[in-house]
């Protein structure tokens, strides 16, 4: 099988768990093998000298166990690896995800606080790793089936018209079309309008507000249209919406199979990886699993 494998972070918690049965189904809707993973976390005051040379062996990770015994009873299993390492998790899932197709793990482990909604290593894997990572809430929607009396699966991508991401927009199209969902493209405008005004400069004219709002439309529309041909069975809708980016992209989550945020690119001011306020406030409050999307490699 030559497809990337979708790789599964674990810990025995609930919501490692819940996202390792998302990620289970999105091996089967891809036809990729399934990498279990287990990342234990060493103590911090802990000398590396004392450290187990090498991986631990999966057959004694109890967590590993747990896991084989909870997908034992599952039809059709994809191919499945088990992988135990040691060390940091926000620094071995993103080096990991080097050799995988897409990541997914819960939104806190067992060593989370519970005030936070999203973990430390959830954070770091959705900065800095190589591949799209999906984070499951513990609110996400359980996976559902076909049904065709109701409106169906909905996958929600952010749109920027003023500079779109096209790797996160070709995730959502395949996305949906694996899942025969609709998709739905947000495109929020910033309103009212407040321009900068030196002293003395006369205010600019009063820009009508359904003006902007159609050619925000417009300009979406015009970058959703290769996608479309791309993919034309999956039905596709357009919210041009006044306000934050982040808060109608929460908004649309509710109810949503998941929403696609792009991760923002590196240049030469900003040379480390950045996710950006938008991604990180839908990762935050999101209750959907939340797809965070690497841009493509600049063309040579």
């Known amino acids: ?15 490692s768990l819940r996202a390792l049965e998302w990620a289970l189904d999105a091996a089967r809707r891809r036809s990729a093998p399934l990498r279990v993973v287990h990342v234990r976390q060493y103590a911090h005051w802990a000398q590396p000298e004392v450290l187990t040379a090498g991986p631990p062996d999966p057959k004694d990770d109890p967590v590993l166990a747990q896991v084989r015994t909870h ?6 299993p994809p191919e499945t690896e088990y992988l135990g ?20 793990l819960g939104s806190r482990g067992r060593g989370g606080f519970a005030s936070l909604l999203l973990g430390s290593t959830g954070m770091a894997a959705a900065r800095d790793a190589e591949c799209p990572v999906v984070v499951v809430p513990r609110s996400a929607v359980e996976v559902r089936d076909e049904t065709p009396d109701g409106p169906g699966a909905r996958v929600v991508v952010g749109l920027k018209v003023d500079g779109p991401d096209e790797a996160a927009l070709a995730f959502a199209f395949a996305e949906a079309a694996r899942r025969d969902a609709r998709l739905q493209a947000v495109a929020a405008y910033p309103w009212p309008a407040q321009p900068w005004m030196m002293p003395g400069e006369l205010p600019p004219p009063v820009v009508d507000q359904d003006v902007i ?12 249209a290769p996608y479309r041909e791309r993919h034309p069975d999956v039905p596709t809708e357009t919210v041009a919406a006044a306000g934050d980016a982040a808060g109608r992209l929460v908004a649309a989550s509710q109810d949503a199979d998941l929403v696609v945020v792009g991760r923002h690119r590196r240049h030469l001011l900003a040379p480390a990886r950045m996710m950006g306020s938008v991604t990180q406030a839908v990762l935050l409050h999101a209750t959907s699993p939340v797809a965070v999307v690497p841009p493509a490699p600049p063309e040579s």
């Open 213 to 224: 709002e159609d050619e925000a439309r417009v300009l979406a529309e015009g970058f959703l």
């Open 1 to 15: 099988m030559s497809t990337l494998p979708v790789i599964a972070a674990v810990d025995g918690s609930d919501d």
């Open 85 to 104: 390492l040691e060390g940091a998790p926000g620094a071995v899932l993103p080096e990991l995800s080097a050799s995988g197709g897409l990541l997914v």
């Open 71 to 76: 997908l034992e009873a599952r039809a059709d």
